[in-house]
């Protein structure tokens, strides 16, 4: 098994673009150091041209924290794939939780759009998770299976060969109470059975499955210890670049 971890930082409504460089630049500096990882920050759309140029001679990769599935045209507000990818974009988030709550988002949108990053050549980093309710009532396993069967309708295995999937229960989002390790992994570990089964073990043994919610300084080694656990998408604790840094390199001696 040779999933290179990755590491995301999801800025969200946060940082103008002259905040973002700065951030960036210090998170440039203090990776420098970072091995067998990869990273990724996903600046505000204001921010993403600074900081592509910012990021321009480091190994850390750009993401977006949304796109529209047209490619151009009268919709008003909405940011179509290739303005991504000439802003410097590799990556864009898909279908984040905050998207589904606040913006009506649908594993229908979220359909469209994983199609038209793939479409784009950007890596789809798709959001599912379950809230407390359907958690306690152990309804999660169908939640996340109705969530990819549907996002990820009318995909083949070729197109979806850069999928990550961010696994983050809406309960864990910015409260502090992150999932043990032991309940993220079980997760994990079902969702990619449940991409096996859909795709075949090929793209289900190279799908990086990221776990989201209240990842920090304290909890990231054991969560990253675990099999399937191949990643973190960090919100609150990715704004700083000191503390980012030192979840980035998890794996170094002394973090
Ligand atoms: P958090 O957010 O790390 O602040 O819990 C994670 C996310 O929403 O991606």
């Given at each position: 098994?040779?999933?290179?971890?990755?590491?995301?930082?999801?800025?969200?409504?946060?940082?103008?673009?002259?905040?973002?460089?700065?951030?960036?630049?210090?998170?440039?500096?203090?990776?420098?150091?970072?091995?067998?990882?990869?990273?990724?920050?996903?600046?505000?759309?204001?921010?993403?041209?600074?900081?592509?140029?910012?990021?321009?001679?480091?190994?850390?990769?750009?993401?977006?924290?949304?796109?529209?599935?047209?490619?151009?045209?009268?919709?008003?507000?909405?940011?179509?794939?290739?303005?991504?990818?000439?802003?410097?974009?590799?990556?864009?988030?898909?279908g984040h939780s905050e998207r589904r709550q606040y913006f009506n988002e649908t594993d229908a949108t979220v359909n469209k759009r994983v199609q038209a990053a793939v479409e784009n050549g950007l890596v789809p980093v798709v959001c599912i998770g379950e809230t407390l309710e359907e958690r306690q009532?152990?309804?999660?396993?169908?939640?996340?299976?109705?969530?990819?069967?549907?996002?990820?309708?009318?995909?083949?295995?070729?197109?979806?060969?850069?999928?990550?999937?961010?696994?983050?229960?809406?309960?864990?989002?910015?409260?502090?109470?992150?999932?043990?390790?032991?309940?993220?992994?079980?997760?994990?570990?079902?969702?990619?059975?449940?991409?096996?089964?859909?795709?075949?073990?090929?793209?289900?043994?190279?799908?990086?499955?990221?776990?989201?919610?209240?990842?920090?300084?304290?909890?990231?080694?054991?969560?990253?210890?675990?099999?399937?656990?191949?990643?973190?998408?960090?919100?609150?604790?990715?704004?700083?670049?000191?503390?980012?840094?030192?979840?980035?390199?998890?794996?170094?001696?002394?973090?």
């Amino acid at each position: 098994m040779s999933r290179i971890p990755l590491i995301a930082g999801n800025w969200k409504m946060n940082k103008t673009p002259d905040e973002a460089v700065k951030s960036a630049q210090a998170l440039v500096a203090l990776t420098a150091e970072a091995e067998g990882v990869e990273a990724m920050i996903a600046p505000p759309f204001t921010a993403l041209t600074a900081v592509a140029a910012a990021l321009a001679d480091s190994p850390i990769h750009l993401g977006a924290q949304n796109l529209y599935w047209e490619a151009a045209g009268a919709y008003t507000g909405e940011i179509a794939p290739t303005m991504l990818t000439a802003a410097g974009c590799s990556h864009v988030i898909i279908g984040h939780s905050e998207r589904r709550q606040y913006f009506n988002e649908t594993d229908a949108t979220v359909n469209k759009r994983v199609q038209a990053a793939v479409e784009n050549g950007l890596v789809p980093v798709v959001c599912i998770g379950e809230t407390l309710e359907e958690r306690q009532s152990d309804s999660t396993q169908l939640v996340l299976g109705d969530q990819l069967k549907s996002g990820l309708a009318d995909l083949s295995a070729q197109k979806l060969a850069g999928l990550i999937v961010a696994y983050e229960p809406i309960w864990a989002i910015g409260t502090g109470q992150a999932a043990t390790p032991d309940t993220a992994q079980a997760t994990h570990q079902f969702i990619r059975g449940f991409l096996q089964k859909s795709f075949g073990g090929k793209l289900a043994n190279l799908v990086k499955i990221l776990y989201g919610g209240s990842v920090n300084v304290d909890n990231i080694k054991a969560l990253m210890a675990k099999p399937d656990i191949d990643g973190a998408l960090v919100g609150g604790a990715s704004l700083a670049a000191e503390t980012f840094s030192r979840l980035v390199c998890f794996n170094l001696d002394g973090n």
